[in-house]
């Protein structure tokens, strides 16, 4: 192992870390704990000394047991990307829900971590399509998810291209608004998840269901994401919404499909955001 740790010390802290995880972040589904329980953490990060950051504050360690906490670890401080908030990410696996054999598109997959968690919870016979940008996390993310057969890494941007049919896509990268390919390629009753940022650097996680009569929509938590990358021009915005907007959308729609009417809360080129309930 990277950090000189044996392997049943490592599963000692994986074990005692997915129990913390999950009850921070008020998830009851025992396949998460188990998803998170199974992955290392630290086989998707640089070698050690790692720098993990909580509430604001640095430290650089090589001691394996501050990484299995709820904090960020970075991967490349300059840039500013970092591993993620683990009960950030149970809360919103457990939003979308995973089944096995279900086909899941993972938007910004870094170097792979959180990938390696979802290909668990569709196992078996399901597959995961991991979007990564930037290159060089790409190639990491290639060579650390080699152990997962049902995973394909993709060095390239997942917006503003036809992607594959898709029971859930998980975006790990904020938008100023979602791509209209990723509503159309989502199955009945496929779960969209994406951070929402109309303003800058902040905006609500919004949970997208495809249902029958169109897609129903909702804002959870405010979050903050490094944007998307490869998104080729910014959306032009005819109404910029504001706090109480975001938390008011029900529905969001394909202009295409749709022009936007009296409840439209925000309006894109291509999509626009409804307070109106899908029937």
Not at 66 to 73: A, C, G, S, T
Not at 228 to 252: F, H, M, Q, T, Y
């Amino acid at each position: 192992m990277k950090n000189g740790m044996n392997p049943e010390a490592s599963q000692q802290a994986r074990a005692s870390y997915a129990a913390q995880i999950v009850r921070l972040a008020g998830v009851e589904n025992s396949r998460i704990e188990e998803a998170f329980a199974e992955v290392a953490r630290e086989a998707f990060l640089p070698d050690p000394p790692w720098t993990v950051i909580s509430m604001g504050s640095a430290l650089v360690t090589s001691n394996l047991a501050d990484i299995y906490d709820n904090v960020l670890v970075a991967l490349d401080a300059q840039r500013g990307i970092n591993n993620g908030e683990p009960a950030l990410h149970a809360a919103w696996i457990d939003a979308v829900g995973p089944q096995p054999g279900e086909t899941v598109i993972h938007v910004g997959a870094g170097t792979g971590y959180y990938t390696a968690i979802l290909a668990c919870l569709v196992e078996p016979r399901g597959r995961i399509e991991a979007f990564e940008y930037e290159a060089d996390l790409a190639a990491k993310a290639q060579r650390n998810l080699q152990p997962c057969p049902s995973v394909t890494v993709h060095a390239t941007s997942a917006f503003g291209r036809v992607l594959p049919n898709a029971d859930v896509i998980y975006v790990n990268a904020g938008v100023v608004a979602p791509d209209v390919e990723w509503l159309r390629a989502l199955n009945p009753g496929g779960r969209l998840i994406f951070p929402w940022q109309p303003q800058k650097g902040w905006g609500p996680a919004v949970l997208v269901t495809r249902r029958a009569g169109g897609f129903s929509a909702r804002s959870l938590m405010n979050v903050g994401f490094i944007s998307c990358s490869g998104v080729a021009e910014k959306p032009s915005i005819k109404n910029l919404p504001s706090e109480a907007d975001l938390a008011a959308v029900r529905s969001i729609w394909i202009r295409s499909e749709r022009e936007p009417d009296a409840s439209a809360v925000a309006v894109y080129n291509d999509v626009w955001f409804s307070s109106e309930e899908v029937s």
